[in-house]
């Protein structure tokens, strides 16, 4: 589930259970990155205080919510389409009301408004706190925008309600928004300066995770491993801190490392890894603890360091080897997987020659891979011409698409007569006597379902592969059970 853009999900409307007296109907859906769908869950709780149960039938709805990515024009347009799919209900139900949150609402402002008359609500992602006077104002037959980021709030102090999920895997937001500044990237633009969570709050979350059984907790932000907290404030102004702040300050290893020791019988995941801030004592963390998982997400964008340096990734190829060496070294057998970026602007032949050796050097388990989509207001956008025919982009993204599914393909057959323990999830999407799970590499496995259930670490041995999973046989419970 560490799909940065998981296509199952997209679009999934959230339902909850339903809180008595609560006679609002709401109907939310969500796009884009895990930390929308995560975000969608607090904006379900500071509704439920305020009247409004979910639904999942967009007909009923007194209000719909659809929570946007920006992050290629491509998601743009799936929200458009929404849009006029909410705007044919609208003409049969006049009274319902229609918002827009995260990315889009953030990056448009009250342009959605003007554009698109069917929205009565824009709300960008540090705003969901001020919904309930948001709402009135439209109840009152006014438009409503908030579209403020904000320095401080990482909505540490509400409880999301994850009635949907499986019972086994939840996120929990570390970090919110990012000051890498990638030239290619809209995040710093729509989700504002990067900023860490209380620890102390972090913690609680995951204790009323543990208390309802929950397995597996990926800890999450668009760069965590540049989490810090030293009493709040951006990480930009830690220099500015006090001595006794500087010494009691919490690093993503030192929380990480707290985490593993607190729940040793809880899976630890964590996303996403950005090579420039990825440490060292991260991975000596990763080691030292069983229950953290051998698994990283490094997206490298790119194999050129010319590229590089024009995406403003703040590291060259060799530091990316460097680091990669490392983690093998400390961790043989951890997975690694990469995001990849076709066609950014001056990227010649060499550029995505350079790509492909890069990529047959790590051997990705997995990846995410994209041509890349010019996003207006970006550094990239206003400095460099989008000049890669889309052709060349495309077949660029294929030949790299190619190479990684002989990669993930090598890679799951060295899993081959190994046996592996698994945390079964869900039923196999191909079959109903099969079981679905992952290993500690993140990789799928589906093997019959036996007596087992979701929620059980099996030790599963593997038969067969595919590039995208493996298939076996639970041969017993793991110790972790
Ligand atoms: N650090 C974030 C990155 C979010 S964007 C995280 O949590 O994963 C996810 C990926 O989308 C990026 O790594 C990049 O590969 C891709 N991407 C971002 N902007 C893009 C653009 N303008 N065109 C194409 N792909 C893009
Ligand atoms: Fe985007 Fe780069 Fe941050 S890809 S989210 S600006 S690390």
Redesign the pocket.
Known sequence: MEK?IDENIQGQALSLDKKEGNTRKLFIESYG?Q?NFSDSEIVASILAKEGFNTTQNLEDADLVLVNTCS??EKAELTVRKRLEKYNAVKRINPKMKVGVLGCMAERLKSKFLEEEKIVDLVVGPDAYKDLPNLIEEVDAGRNAVNVILSKEETYGDISPVRLQSNGVSAFVSITRG?DNM?T????PFTRGRERSRDPQSIMEEIDDLASKSFKEITLL???VDSYLWYGGGLKKDFEKASEFQKATAVNFAKLLDMVAEKYPKIRLRF??S?PQDMTLDVIEVMAKHKNICKYI?L?I?SGSDRILKEMNRLHTREEYFELIDNIKKLIPDCAISQ???TGFPTETEEDHQDTLSLMEYVKYEYG?M??????PG?L?ARKLEDDVPEATKKRRLNEIITAQRNHSTYRHEAFIGKTVEILIEKESKKSDAHWSGRNTQNIVAVFPKGDYKIGDFVMVRIDECTSATLLGEAIGYSDNN
């Open positions: 940065i990155c930390m992050i290629r990012c990638c290619f990237c809209v995040v932000g668009q760069n996303t996403t950005n997400h997206p964008q995001d990849i970026i995410f994209f041509a890349y989509s010019e996003r970006t990239a």
